[in-house]
């Protein structure tokens, strides 16, 4: 019996407790841009509410992605169609850079990004050189300093079938036989099912 009696007397407190932090205590907005505000290689703009720090990165087409450096949290990036790219170093200053795709710079959007153990940084996205007649494809930008600059430029995928639509990304952060295995799946217009691709030698081939 006072098994069951201590363990009402838990329920009880662990309500109480939950029902004090519901949440309401962390409301939170994003920041209204001032008009005609467009960032172009210069800091966000921060403005705190209820004691949190909100960082508005400007506006596009929305489907946003962040990751973050496993070697050291501060340092993460954001992504947003149809390209624009944010990074910190800090975890405060978000700066806007330009990875261009190099080849594959027609870019169609529904970026993702995926670091190794390692911290280098995999920016994956959708490409066509002609929306309309293709052929498709997803491109790979490799960066080693947090995205500040770009080394690589990679084609993981090409079709003439129709649009590969959001591509996702993997990559094996464990010491095991598959540490910096890269896996990218994606929707592939024009057949059924998905497409899988990966790569062992840190994007090079697929």
């Known amino acids: 019996m006072k098994k069951v009696i201590y363990f009402l007397i838990f329920l009880l407190i662990s309500n109480f407790v939950l029902a004090q932090n519901s949440g309401v205590d962390y ?3 994003v920041k209204i841009p001032p ?6 290689g210069d800091n966000s703009t921060i403005v705190t509410i209820n004691g ?3 960082y508005f990165l400007g506006n596009d087409f ?3 992605y962040i990751a973050v450096n496993p070697t050291d949290p501060k340092k993460q990036v954001c992504a947003y169609n149809t390209n624009s790219f944010y990074c910190t170093q800090n975890g405060i200053d978000w700066v806007r850079t330009y990875p261009t795709f190099g080849p594959y710079q027609q870019v169609l959007g529904d970026p993702v990004m995926a ?3 390692e911290g280098v940084l995999f920016y994956v996205t959708l490409y066509s050189p002609n929306l309309s007649s293709g052929p498709w494809g997803i491109a790979v930008a490799k960066s080693t300093d947090n995205g500040v600059t770009w080394s690589n430029y990679y084609q993981a995928h090409q079709t003439t079938l129709q649009l590969a639509d959001k591509e996702w990304v993997a990559i094996d952060q464990t010491n095991g036989p598959y540490s910096g295995n ?3 799946g994606w929707r592939q217009y024009g057949t059924t099912g998905m497409g899988f691709i990966r790569s062992i030698d840190q994007g090079a081939t697929w």
């Open 27 to 29: 409301l939170s907005s």
């Open 35 to 40: 008009p005609g505000y467009t960032p172009q």
């Open 52 to 54: 949190f720090d909100n």
């Open 62 to 64: 929305g489907e946003p």
């Open 115 to 117: 670091y190794n153990k």
């Open 182 to 184: 890269i896996y990218i």
